[in-house]
């Protein structure tokens, strides 16, 4: 079966409810059932998600190797804004980076507030990071209209909070390379 692609999408094209619309249908389960195997797996790479991705920092926030993991992502060379999920053999997601565009500005304020009210919450009026249960969420401001958000979705622990909010600072200064 071919390695499915994806358009390139301009970032009004993929804004922030259209990427969290996909995050929602993958972190929900609708993406459950065996992986297309044409999707590529991490594998030993330094980086994945078109070099967005540090495989040993995502490895802190899933609390387990990446290596075996797919990859499905909209993320392009030349443009800022995407989702990567890396998934596991049974089509769930181990963990989801998004770039978004807010061009408003306020949304990463919204998610913030909202980040805030968990337990385990850390953070300031531009990054964030809390876990509860099994899911970690890290927010990093880039600019005033783009944020990264990374979730974390085998585990809470503090390692894998610190991991969330490394990797997302990590994503915001590859994508600020692009911009």
Known sequence: MPRPTFPALSA??????????VAALVLAGCAQG???????TVGAAASTCADRVDTAK????VGHSVAALRELT???????????????????????????????GMALAAELKKLGEQSGYSGD????VSG?????TGLWAMDATHYVRVLGLEGASQEQRDGAL??????AKRTAAIR
């Open 12 to 21: 009004a094209q993929m804004s922030g409810r259209a990427v969290a619309c």
């Open 34 to 40: 065996t992986p297309d195997p044409g999707l590529p």
């Open 58 to 61: 995502a490895q802190v926030v």
């Open 74 to 104: 909209t993320f392009t060379p030349t443009e800022p804004v995407g989702e990567c999920a890396l998934l596991d053999d049974g089509g769930g997601a181990d963990l989801s980076v998004q770039v978004i565009h807010d061009p408003q």
């Open 125 to 128: 009026d531009h990054s964030g």
């Open 132 to 136: 509860d249960g099994r899911t970690t």
């Open 166 to 171: 490394a990797l997302a600072e990590d994503v």
